[in-house]
Nanobody
């Protein structure tokens, strides 16, 4: 099974930085996009931000490319999202997600099977 717990959210000024962490248990059974970060602004649908793979480069949404960086540690079972140059439009609840079997459709919430409870990011 897979369990995920996010942390690191908070309130920052525009231009600031935050690093989100996702502590996870369990493993993906293949090398595709097994883990990713999403966000959901109030009243909006979830938006894919980034996903990480063992066999290719991480993928990023255009809205965060160049500002956000996804990474992971296999030893500590941690997924991170480093967020720089934050903007007010980045305000949302941020979620980490994991798939039992990774797929190429990293941008689709339906590709993931497990979700954390979310951590709030507010940029003012």
């Amino acid at each position: 099974h897979v369990q995920l717990v996010e942390s690191g959210g908070g309130s920052v000024q525009a231009g600031g930085s935050l690093r989100l962490s996702c502590q996870y248990s369990g493993t993906c059974v293949n090398s595709r996009y097994c883990m990713g970060w999403f966000r959901q602004a109030s009243g909006k649908e979830p938006e894919a931000l980034a996903s990480i793979s063992d066999v290719t480069a991480p993928r990023y949404a255009a809205s965060v490319q160049g500002r956000f960086t996804i990474s992971r540690s296999y030893d500590t079972r941690t997924l991170w999202l480093q967020m720089n140059s934050l903007r007010p439009e980045d305000t949302a609840m941020y979620y980490c997600a994991a798939a039992i079997y990774g797929r190429d459709r990293w941008w689709s919430a339906n590709a993931y099977d497990y979700w954390g409870q979310g951590t709030q990011v507010t940029v003012s």
